[in-house]
């Protein structure tokens, strides 16, 4: 198997030339298709933005979901950490008992 992909993606009004690693081609293709689907919505409802300005706030929309699953990610981590010591502390305190 190749260890090097070359894929050509359209965003927007841009052709876009990569290099990937091979597992990642349909990712990239699904990310490609939901930046052109948001973009041709907001096309549509902005439409007195330029090209720029609309790929602007696509990207704004994307930027601000990948923020919010990175705390919810960070948060859910804190959460599991301050489980576990609850959990041992308890299971510790149950072997005690024994």
Request: proline share 2%.
């Amino acid at each position: 198997m190749k260890d090097k992909l070359d894929i050509t993606l359209r965003v927007a009004d841009t052709k876009l030339e990569l290099t990937i690693n091979p597992k990642e081609e349909l990712l990239l293709r699904n990310v490609a298709n939901e930046v052109n689907r948001v973009y041709a919505e907001y096309s549509k409802r902005f439409t007195d933005s330029t090209p720029q300005e609309v790929l602007a706030k696509v990207t704004v929309l994307f930027a601000k979901g990948y923020l919010n699953l990175a705390e919810q990610t960070r948060q859910t981590d804190e959460f599991l950490g301050q489980f576990e010591a609850d959990l041992d502390k308890m299971l510790i305190g149950e072997s005690a008992k024994s």
